[in-house]
T-cell receptor
Framework: SAVISQKPSRDICQRGTSLTIQCQVD?????MFWYRQQPGQSLTLIAT?????????ESGFVIDKFPISRPNLTFSTLTVSNMSPEDSSIYLC???????????FGSGTRLTVV | AQSVTQPDIHITVSEGASLELRCNYS??????LFWYVQSPGQGLQLLLK??????LVQGIKGFEAEFKRSQSSFNLRKPSVHWSDAAEYFC??????????FGAGTILRVKS
């Protein structure tokens, strides 16, 4: 299965600033997903990132707040913009291999907004 | 609508005892089913998955799960729990090319 490198692993940011999270995969994948896990909660899908097209956002998430790039089949970024303490969460990148072997997750980015 | 229900928020078992974590799902098509484990401060690790075929699937760390279509269930089991199994466990459902939908998670505590 794919191996995902996600950076940074954690960060503490000031409110009003933005943070860009990177997700690098060691193989080409069709679908890349960005999830949010708020403290004590399960995972919620933010958006699906497709190469060559705009990301598809889930209800409650908007591009202005969570812009996503997907320049090629092995890389994606998620930006958390104009952060507030409510954005403090773990953000996880996930991929589905072309072979359909299932979903793999990065180790996540633990974001704290102060 | 697609959904996953994990009815137990917390479960406590004694070390060496057997474990069963429940998962029920609602999905319009033939689903792919997954169990993930998350240790404190860590990302998600895939324990096992079911796509098709044998309804009893074996995973890592001695875990297994059984798919029961008639009950829309995919319960996770382990015959003898170790203290290192203490973590949060998530059941998820999806299909190829579609997003995963996660349950709320079950926190497993192991007492010695």
């Amino acid at each position: 299965s794919a191996v995902i490198s996600q950076k940074p692993s954690r960060d503490i940011c000031q409110r009003g600033t933005s943070l860009t999270i990177q997700c690098q995969v060691d193989s080409q994948v069709t679908m890349m997903f960005w999830y949010r896990q708020q403290p004590g909660q399960s995972l919620t899908l933010i958006a699906t990132a497709n190469q060559g097209s705009e990301a598809t956002y889930e209800s409650g998430f908007v591009i202005d707040k969570f812009p996503i790039s997907r320049p090629n089949l092995t890389f994606s970024t998620l930006t958390v913009s104009n952060m507030s303490p409510e954005d403090s969460s773990i953000y996880l990148c996930s991929v589905e291999a072309l072979e359909g072997y299932g979903y793999t997750f990065g180790s996540g980015t633990r974001l704290t907004v102060v | 609508a697609q959904s996953v229900t994990q009815p137990d928020i917390h479960i406590t078992v004694s070390e060496g005892a057997s474990l069963e974590l429940r998962c029920n799902y609602s999905y319009g098509a033939t689903p792919y089913l997954f169990w993930y484990v998350q240790s404190p401060g860590q990302g998600l690790q895939l324990l096992l998955k079911y796509f098709s075929g044998d309804t009893l699937v074996q995973g890592i760390k001695g875990f297994e799960a059984e798919f029961k279509r008639s009950q829309s269930s995919f319960n996770l089991r382990k015959p003898s729990v170790h203290w290192s199994d203490a973590a949060e466990y998530f059941c998820a459902v999806g299909a190829y090319g579609n997003k995963l939908v996660f349950g709320a998670g079950t926190i497993l505590r192991v007492k010695s």
